[in-house]
Structure formats: C-alpha cells, structure tokens
C-alpha cells in the first residue's frame, strides 16, 4: 500500500493565483480531511469529508475549497491565493470508525507571494 | 465544540529521566484521544490512543499515556528518555458527535544527551 500520498511536495504561489493539492489514499479509508500547520498553532482542520459526496467544514475553511468524487481522492482547491496560505499543509484518511487513527501524507509545502 | 490544550511549548528533559507531555481536552460526551508525533520535516506519525477501559494505554516507542475522565488529562509519559524520542508531540481529540480530529498546539520535545 502506498498509504496516503500528496502532490505537489513544494508549490509557490503568486496572491491570487488558485492551485489544486492533490490527495489520495489506497487503505479504503471512508474518512478523509485537510489541515494546515503553521508554527505555534499546531495543525488546524480546514475540511473534512466521511464519505464520497459528503463534505463539512473544519476550523479554518475559508479560501478552500473540496470535493469528494470518489472515495480515494480529496482534493483542496485553493481558489484566490493569499500570503496568510503560506502554510504546510496535511492530507489525512482513517476508517469511519472514531476510534481509528488518521494516517497521514507526507505534506505539501506552499508558499504564497 | 472540542477542543485541546498543551500548556507547553517545549519540555526538556536529560536523557535517562521520565518524560511526561501534557495534554487536557475538553469534549461533550465520551472522548478518543490520541497522540501523534512528528520528527522534523516529516509527516505525523500515530503513538498511541484511548477510546475506552484500562485508563493507562501504551504505545509505540515506548510511550505510554493516562486517561484521567476528572482532571481531563491525557498525559504522554516515558519512563526513560533517549535523544531520539526529541520531537514535536501533537495531542489529538474526537468527540462531541463528529468524526472531526481536533489537535492541540503541540509541545517539542528536547531530549539533552
């Protein structure tokens, strides 16, 4: 199993451009969520989905946008980019289940410009 | 709402000594707790968790945490620390009704040989 992947690895961003960060896991995970972690605020949930066709917001949405087509991929749209997304970002997926650990991509590291 | 504190920044600790981590949360309803490490510029990696039972539950590396349903506390202890274990400790909580992971600040760990 390949896990949780991630692309691109390292991404830098002029204000107002929009990208896509791709996420993809092959473990089957019904629940799938972004987070970004900045220095001293530990990771923060922007989105989070529990299933294909099912999306809810987390603690930080706003500027992000998700979709959930199939249960494999969970992509984050950035739609205008701005300086305050400089971030690393983390994709994670588990079961359904509560008591599943998250298992985690490796990161994306953006920059914005 | 969930959330999850980490009063500190960074612990020291002599290689050799116990360590201990400390984490409070606070959740409606029954809590699952987590710990996730991560090593400089690498993703999270899963430590250990508490769903229900023996409130003592023991992890990878060594690690162990203490449920404590009064004081709301999941502290993260070791008995004896190596240089290795320095790292960046991320206390996570579920709860409340929702899927959604919640984490706290994180503390670094810094393990003096």
């Known amino acids: 199993n390949a896990g949780v992947t991630q692309t691109p690895k390292f991404q830098v961003l002029k204000t107002g451009q929009s990208m896509t960060l791709q996420c993809a896991q092959d473990m089957n995970h019904e629940y799938m969520s972004w987070y970004r972690q900045d220095p001293g605020m530990g990771l923060r949930l922007i989105h989070y989905s529990v299933g294909a066709g099912i999306t809810d917001q987390g603690e930080v949405p706003n500027g992000y946008n998700v979709s959930r087509s199939t249960t494999e991929d969970f992509p984050l749209r950035l739609l205008s980019a701005a300086p305050s997304q400089t971030s690393v970002y983390f994709c994670?997926?588990?079961?359904?289940?509560?008591?599943?650990?998250?298992?985690f991509g490796p990161g994306t590291r953006l920059t914005v410009t | 709402a969930q959330s999850v504190a980490q009063p500190e920044d960074q612990v020291n600790v002599a290689e050799g000594n116990p360590l201990t981590v400390k984490c409070t949360y606070s959740?409606?309803?029954?809590?699952?707790l987590f710990w996730y490490v991560q090593y400089p510029n690498r993703g999270l990696q899963f430590l250990l968790k508490?769903?229900?039972?023996?409130?003592l539950v023991k992890g990878s590396y060594g690690f162990e945490a203490e449920f404590n349903k009064s004081q709301t506390s999941f502290h993260l202890k070791k008995p004896s620390a190596l240089v290795s274990d320095s790292a960046l400790y991320f206390c996570a909580v579920r709860g409340g009704g929702t899927n959604k992971l919640i984490f706290g600040t994180g503390t670094l760990l810094a393990v003096q040989p």
């Open positions: 959740v409606s309803g029954n809590p699952y």
């Open positions: 508490y769903i229900t039972g023996d409130n």
């Open positions: 994670a997926s588990s079961y359904l289940d509560r008591g599943s650990e998250q298992y």
